[in-house]
């Protein structure tokens, strides 16, 4: 006797409840499919999430179609100062120059799944329940979960991998940055004026995003130096992060630090039996261009709109095939747009640091190109066309 296929349990189920699974879920709500969203971590684990993320303007008209734009939690962003430390050559930003009221919008992690969270229906979402093992099959995919404890089998014509970003594995395509990023709060001496400020150290880049009345830092740093900076005291650190802005910006009390090891991981296909992955399991990236969860978000809205356009079977190849050529251009254009600053800024090779003092030069004295950086910060990948 063979065993019947389980009954199916949900169109689609989406694994992570974080900001792209969560935004995948709600954009699906109101369509025909039966989807189900969970997370290995209980409900509202995501307050205690330290990270401050810069959204862009883009970023901003896709959670607002879906009702969960945060307004009064967005900073916005009106300029960004960008810089080197021990090189000449600077350049400004400004969002006026661009005829927009802002660049982009610093929001706390937070912040943003709270008001995600908040459009979801409660019966959407189970949690603590991790995904254990996936067994895929021509006309469905059985995942097998701990919930609570308790071994589940959930079978769905697709599983939506959103689980943020992956282990070592041979679909993966990883590099190491050998960088770790420690994220804090800072209070600075005069009020910031939404002005972002971008330092390229020798170590690593170095952000102030404007967050509230303070800066979110984001600081990177190789491993040891990290583990470093978190032992110091609160004015130990402060003086450490005065001392790269050589007086710019002055810095008067700072919150708990955390930190992040750095990698670019790039999966290698996106669909297959069954499976599509997005965000931050598809494609990790450096944080130094703010690129990553607007990235995520573009991969949650079109697949989306897959999903929708084929409601009688969301699992097809076909479409899914489709949808993943068509993340290409998006996901690497940002990857190599990421890995390149990253590279060329995070050394202290003399002629590197000349070329980038002549890089910044030409960018303060270029319009156009001063454009371009600036849509990819306002737009993401639209700035390409
Ligand atoms: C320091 C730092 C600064 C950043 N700054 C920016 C920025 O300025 N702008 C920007 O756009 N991006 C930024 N990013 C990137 C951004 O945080 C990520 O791109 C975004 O969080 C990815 O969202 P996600 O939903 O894919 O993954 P995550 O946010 O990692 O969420 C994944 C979820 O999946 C759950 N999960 C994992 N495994 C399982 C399992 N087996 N079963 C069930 N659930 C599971 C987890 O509990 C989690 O809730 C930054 C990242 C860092 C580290």
Redesign the pocket.
Do not use: H, I, M, S
């Given at each position: 006797m063979t065993e019947a296929a389980p009954a199916l349990d949900a169109d689609v189920l989406i694994?992570?409840?974080?900001?792209?699974?969560?935004t995948l879920a709600l954009a699906l709500a109101d369509g025909p499919l039966r989807v189900q969203l969970?997370?290995?971590?209980p409900a509202g684990?995501?307050r205690r999430d330290p990270?401050?993320?810069?959204?862009s303007h883009g970023?901003r008209q896709l959670l607002e179609r879906l009702g969960a734009w945060n307004a009064a939690a967005a900073t916005p962003i009106r300029g960004i100062h960008v810089s080197q430390r021990g090189g000449f050559g600077r350049t400004r930003i400004d969002a006026d120059e661009h005829g927009l009221p802002a660049l982009g919008y610093v929001m706390r992690?937070r912040d943003l799944l709270a008001a995600l969270h908040a459009r979801l229906a409660e019966e959407r979402l189970l949690a603590p329940?991790?995904?254990?093992a996936v067994e895929p099959a021509p006309a469905h995919a059985t995942a097998t979960l701990d919930h609570q404890g308790e071994t589940r089998r959930v079978a769905a014509r697709l599983i939506v991998h959103?689980?943020?970003?992956p282990q070592d594995g041979p679909g993966l395509t990883v590099r190491d940055y050998g960088q770790h990023?420690v994220?804090c709060e800072v209070t600075p001496a005069e009020p910031h004026d939404n002005r972002a400020w971008e330092r390229f150290t020798p170590d690593g880049p170095l952000a102030l995003?404007p967050v509230g009345g303070d800066y979110a830092v984001?600081f990177t740093v190789p491993p040891d130096k990290a583990a470093a900076l978190l032992a110091l005291d609160d004015a130990g650190f402060l003086a450490a992060l005065n001392a790269q802005f050589g007086g710019r910006a002055r810095l008067v009390a700072a919150g708990p630090r955390a930190s992040?090891p750095?990698s670019l991981r790039l999966r290698r296909q996106l669909a297959r039996e069954r499976q599509v992955w997005?965000?931050?399991?598809a494609q990790?990236?450096h944080?130094v261009s703010?690129?990553?969860?607007?990235?995520?978000l573009r991969d949650a809205w079109e697949l989306a709109e897959t999903l929708l356009d084929n409601p009688d079977d969301p699992g097809r190849a076909g479409p899914l095939a489709a949808y993943a050529r068509g993340r290409q251009t998006d996901r690497w254009g940002s990857a190599l747009f990421t890995d390149g600053v990253v590279r060329a800024f995070s050394n202290d090779l003399p002629p590197l640091r000349a070329l980038r003092g002549l890089g910044l030069l030409a960018l303060d004295a270029a319009p156009p190109l001063r454009r371009f950086v600036a849509r990819r910060m306002i737009w993401g990948a639209r700035a390409w066309l």
């Open positions: 694994v992570g409840a974080g900001p792209v699974g969560t969970l997370d290995r971590q684990a995501w990270r401050a993320l810069a959204l970023t992690y329940c991790a995904l254990k959103a689980e943020g970003t990023a994220v995003l984001v992040f750095l997005l965000g931050n399991t990790t990236l944080p703010g690129q990553g969860f607007n990235l995520g």
